[in-house]
């Protein structure tokens, strides 16, 4: 799902839908088409006043805060996990009484084995939906650039389904980026736009 004040027809696919929202109703009715047709992957809200329909659409959810990283090695590779069949990158949600920062390495820690983790900049927020406990949540995801040295033993966190930590090359990327979430190819990308760097 996107909400933008603008969209180019030309960029739509036959699974987009792409709604121009003028009062509150017609966010309700997107909402339901979207629900409505399965072939839909993806709804692009247009409005001129973006701010206002965001509100309204994100006031149906509690909220939800989480952090992660895009990390780089000395060989410019991403480290990534296997989760639930899928692949995936470290992140987990913010506890009280710490940062963002210090949420987004933690996570990275717990979850990949690693001692050695250097923050570098924020890269890009990612947005998702889910339900628990019949509570749906919307779940903001602050991600930032890191480094680690790559020789590391890698340790997946099982208690969090977690069955494989790699280091991914530009072979192993593409099937990650195959079978990954949606919500995950900004980061990708975002980690991609500048490459990787090195610590000096």
Known sequence: MIFTAEADPMQLRDDHLLVRLHA??????????????AEVKRLILVADEVDGFWQQFSDRFVPVLAAGGAVSDDRGRLLVIHRLGVWDLPKGKVDAGE???EAAVREVREECGLSEVHLEEF??????????????????TRWYRMQAPGDQVLIPQTDEDITEVRWADKDLLREVRANTYGSLLPVFSAWE???????T
């Open 123 to 140: 890269l890009c927020d990612t947005w998702h939906t889910y339900v628990r406990k019949g509570l749906h949540h919307l779940k903001r």
């Open 24 to 37: 509150p109703a017609d966010l309700e009715r997107a909402l339901e088409l979207f629900h409505e047709r």
């Open 193 to 199: 736009a500048e490459g990787p760097r090195s610590r």
């Open 99 to 101: 940062s963002v920062e």
